[in-house]
Structure formats: C-alpha cells, structure tokens
C-alpha cells in the first residue's frame, strides 16, 4: 500500500478538550478507509483536519503533521484554499448551492480556482455528472436548479462538483446518512468506482456501511485510535476487545 | 465476563442457539452409546430405537440452521457474534453426519446379532467411548470457548485414527484365517470407519471452536497418519 495521506502524532484540541489524542495512522492510495467509533470520539475532528477546516475555528488548535504525497499540508507556507483543491469534502446533508443550476453546481469550485471556456465546461459537467452516475438522469435538465433534484441526486451532485475540481483526495463525512436504502447504495456504488481515481477516507456511523465498502476501517473511541487494519480482519477477527464489542453491538 | 448486548433480544437469540445446539449435541451423544450398546449387547431392539432417532436430529438440524440464518439477516453480525454464527452453521451438520454414522453403526449391529459373535467387542466399544467423549469435549469447548480443551480433542482424534488401523489389522487376521469370516470381519470393520469418521467430526468442531475464540483457522494444518480420511 503507497501511503498518499499520513498523520504523524496529530492532537487536535478545542480550548480544553483535547478531541484527537496523538493519532499516528497511514491512508493508504486509491483506497477507502472508514472512520468508525460512537459519537464524540473524534472521527469527523479527525477527518476536518485532512483538508485544514480547523482553521476556521478559533477555539481549535492542531498540533503533529499531516502529510499528503510526504508534505506537510500544515506548514505555514501552504496555502489552505490549495489543500482544499487537492483534498475535497462531502458533507452529511447534501448541500447544493441553492440559487445555482445543476450545470452551475458542478462548475462552481473549478470556477473559483481559475476561468474556463464553455466547452471545457460543458465537457466536464458531462464527464463528473457522468463519473457520479448522474447524468443519464439529468442530461435534459442541466439548467434546472439543482433544489429541484431528489436527496440522493443533490448529494451525487455535490460529490460531481467536488471532483469537478480534480481532487486527489476525498473526505466523506456520513454522505448517505440523510438518504434513502437505494440511494445510499447507489452513493456506496459510486464510492467504490471513485478510489480508482481517488483516495477516499470516509467517517460513518452506519457499521455495516464501512464493512461493504472500505478496504480499511480505523476505530476511534474518545479522541483516540484504538485499532487501524484491513475491513476484512476488523469484522470478523479484531484485535482489540474494545473494537469487537463495538462492531458486535455491545457498547457505543 | 462477556459484555450484553445492547439488545436484550439478540443475546436471547443467541442463547437459544446455542442450547439448541448443546441439545442436539446431547442427543448424538446418546446415539453413539446406544448404537454400541446395541452391538455390544447384541440388542436390535436398541438399535431400531437409535435408527428412529435419527429423523428427531434431522428435524433439530434445520431448525437450528433457520435460526441461525434468521439472525444473519435481520442483525447483520460482526467480530466473534458473526464466527459463532457461521460456526454453529458448520456445527449442526457435522452433528447431523454424526447421527447418520450412528444410524449407519445401528444397522451393521443389527445384521450382526444375527449371526454368531465372531469375537468379544474390546476395542470397538474403547473406540466409541473415546469418540463419544471427542465430541462431548468438542461442544463443552464451544460452550465455553475453551480452545485448550478443543485443541485436545484435536490431538485425540489420532488415538482413534491409531485404534482404527489396529482394528482393521486384527480383523484382515480373521478374514485370511477363515473366509467364512469375511461378511461379519467386514461388517465389524465397517463399524470401525463410522467411528473414527464421527471422531473426525468432533475435530471439524473442535478446529472451529479454536477459530471462534482465536480468530485463527487450524484446518489442515495438524498432521495425522490417517491416510484415510
């Protein structure tokens, strides 16, 4: 496994709570690793880190490194709107620009980091609608606003519109909790396309979620990594006891 | 101390596996001994009572797999809840083929007791002794995730492959000696087969209690003389 994002004794705390405890842990390229733990263990606090959205908060302070491709996306020279390019996010609800248009929606972040002409655009509106497994469903309504689209649709949209702009990593955080049966298939369908391209780390509170389609599952539990390993040995044979009573239903 | 789940509801599902199983297991138990004593005492009314047990196995067999294929399902299992499952899965037909040796041991008294004893019974009933006490092991291991206990049962399964060949040895003693011994030898030597492959049940079930409680599979990897399995 070639690691692509490494994070090296990272502790995030917020005024006193120290919310991450020195996780050392390797994601691993074009592959999926689930962030699993009950609430309040750090899972999404770890995950915001990889794309530097702690930098918003005041109150936040991170310490250790975080490496993507062996460089520390946390050194004072790097730009955090750049990370943000190479490492996008999916959020729990999808979150689609209201006032904009389907094509407009899927244009948006690549527009911010510099001009496009129409047919580029149109080309890559078509090729991350059609990545997402969206654009057989909306090809005659790419001017329609993108409020008008199903939950499911709005948030393969948003993951279009995150990979518009040619990431290289993508966080996930809970993407089909708010969705339906079908849809969150159609969003784990799609999961499983996209780490050909990507590396994808995703935080889900839905276990059976994380045992279909991660290759590797960490499990967090009050700001700390309890254990790190392949999906397959963490269902069925894990080594820590805290991890299995987790996984099998008996604390959380 | 194993923790509870926190449904009240799938640990009783659970529980009720599990003494489905211990019962099924119980009752196998009584077959092997039935099946030899039938023999031994050259009693067939016994043996058709062992025969007519069978199907009551059978039944248990199915139940046992809906069961568990109900909490497959609706719960969606992990970590040691998923190996006990799909263990218990293995466990009842290992247990089922029991019974059917057992039917099949029955069967071969019965055409014995009705003909002449061809010799005293010695090592055929230390052989099912042992064999009986193989799979009762088997399932206290299971019961209480005991892999030392289930690794001696591995480990015993040779005493019977041992007994097995000797039996074998003896009764080719008989055969050339006296051909008229050949149907009964072979009969006897029949017998002998069904037990040591009801001792190589228990071991399927002992192997896999060592998985259930250590997450690692022995399957094939403790050598025996046997080269008949």
Redo the contacts between chains.
């Keep these: 496994m070639k690691t692509k994002v490494k994070l090296e004794d990272l502790n995030v705390h917020f005024d006193k709570n120290h919310a991450v405890k020195g996780t050392t842990i390797d994601f691993g390229e074009n592959s999926v690793t689930a962030i699993i733990g009950p609430s309040g263990c750090g899972k999404s606090t770890v995950l915001r880190s990889i794309n530097r959205m702690h930098d918003l908060v005041p109150t936040a302070k991170v310490t250790g490194r975080i490496l993507l491709d062996g460089i520390n996306i946390y050194e004072r020279t790097i730009d955090s709107v750049s990370i943000r390019r190479l490492v996008g996010m999916v959020f729990q609800k999808p979150n689609p620009f209201p006032a904009m248009s389907v094509y407009d929606n899927v244009i948006a972040g690549y527009k911010l980091n510099g001009r496009i002409n129409k047919d580029e655009a149109d080309e890559l509106v078509e090729s991350s609608l059609k990545r997402v497994a969206l654009w057989d469903e909306v090809k005659d309504r790419l001017k329609a606003n993108s409020m008008e689209l199903s939950g499911g649709q709005q948030q393969r949209l948003c993951i279009a519109r995150t990979i518009a702009v040619k990431p290289e990593v993508i966080l996930m955080d809970e993407p089909a909790s708010a969705l339906d049966p079908l849809s969150t298939l159609k969003i784990e369908e799609l999961i499983e396309g996209l780490k050909e391209k990507y590396t994808i780390v995703i935080v889900t509170h839905n ?2 979620q994380a ?1 279909r389609i991660s290759d590797y599952t960490a499990f967090f539990y009050l700001g700390e990594l309890i254990e790190f390993g392949e999906t397959k040995k963490i ?4 080594d820590k006891k805290q ?3 987790y ?6 | 101390m194993e ?5 009240k509801l ?1 640990d009783e599902e659970l529980n009720d596996i599990r003494e489905k199983l211990l019962e099924m297991g119980g009752k196998v138990e009584l077959m092997i001994s039935n099946s030899m004593k039938a023999l031994v005492e050259r009693n067939s009314e016994l043996a058709d009572r062992t025969i007519a047990s069978d199907p009551g196995i059978n039944q248990m067999e199915m139940e046992i797999d809906e069961k568990c294929i109900q909490v497959l399902a609706r ?9 006990f499952l799909t263990l218990a899965l293995k466990i009842v037909t290992d247990l089922e083929r029991i019974g059917d040796q057992c039917v099949n041991i029955a069967n071969r008294a019965k055409e014995l007791n009705e003909e002449p004893i061809l010799k005293p019974y010695i090592d055929l009933p230390r052989m099912a002794n042992w064999t009986s006490v193989m799979v009762k092991e088997a399932l206290d291991a299971f019961v209480r995730g005991d892999e030392k206990l289930a690794m001696k049962v591995c480990k015993d399964d040779q005493f019977v492959d041992d007994l097995n060949v000797q039996i074998q040895r003896e009764l080719l003693t008989f055969m050339m000696e006296d051909p008229g011994t050949i149907t009964r030898s072979l009969r006897l030597n029949y017998i002998s087969k069904y037990l040591e492959r009801i001792a190589d049940h228990a071991t399927n079930v002992a192997e896999m209690v060592i998985f259930m409680v250590k ?2 599979d022995i399957r094939h990897t403790i050598p025996s003389t046997s080269d008949e399995k």
């Design positions: 276990m059976q045992a269902f069925t044979t894990p991890t299995e009573d996984i099998t239903g008996r604390f959380g | 923790r509870e789940h926190f449904s799938y719960r969606q299992p992990a970590g040691r809840d998923l190996r997450g690692k």
